[in-house]
């Protein structure tokens, strides 16, 4: 998979793409992140990315120009076609779902922007879907296109290594994952559950089930309903 990420602030990105899991997937040749700076695409001296808002107000607005034009460059790199996405608190809120989906795809674009957003005709004129990472706002798109890049990426397959791939269980079932529990077996007064210890294979996947139902009716009981706005997309 290719991953273009258009960005005021690439360098940003920088640990992110040579750690961990997506560190890992990018050196076994599984994804490539190709970041892209908007500011290079500007055409005035002062190379401008933003002005202030037709109808006043308070904030400036990202601009067309610069945005297409780095858009256009990107996506003439490689010919592969390119699923674009705008990280906006205005998109789509992004679920497991949605991410095993465009783990699918062989090219995404991530558009970030600052701000008090983007110019409405670059919405419209890129056709791009817009991902909402939680109804909170951000200083800019680049923690949210971070979020979007490690889902999809963890999900390549290769990626995850033999001790790490049932990780994906809270989301793709129904419920949220069981207590977990490692050495030592008593810490500070607090012990792990008896039966956790006892070898009873049966039994521990029992408990671990209701766990996750009790867990999961305590703290998300929309994921149960199968009516809240989460579970009906799963
Ligand atoms: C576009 C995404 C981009 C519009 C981006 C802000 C939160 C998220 C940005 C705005 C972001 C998210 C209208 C403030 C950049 N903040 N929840 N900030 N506005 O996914």
Known sequence: ???????????????????????????????EIIRTNIRDFTTDKHRSVDDKPFGGGPGMVMMCGPVFACVEHAEAMDSRPVHRILLTPQGQR??????????????LLLVCGHYEGFDERIRL???????????YVLSGGEPAAMVVIDAVVRLLPGALGDDESSVDESFSGDVLEY??????????????????????????????KEQSLVRTRSRRPDLLKNEGPQNSET
């Not at 004129?125 to 109804?135: C, K, Y």
């Not at 012990?191 to 029992?206: F, K, M, Q, R």
């Open 1 to 31: 998979m290719r991953i273009d990420v258009l960005t005021l602030f690439p360098e940003v990105f920088e640990t992110f793409i040579e750690t961990s899991i997506v560190g890992r997937a990018k050196n076994r040749g599984l994804v």
């Open 94 to 107: 992004l679920t497991q779902r949605h991410v095993r989906k465009l783990a699918d795809l062989p090219r």
């Open 125 to 135: 004129g890129l056709n791009a879907e817009e991902i909402s990472i939680g109804d």
């Open 179 to 208: 207590p977990q529990y490692t050495r030592p077996r008593e810490f500070r007064g607090m012990v792990v559950p008896e039966v956790l210890l006892s070898g009873h294979h049966a039994e521990i996947e029992a408990w671990r």
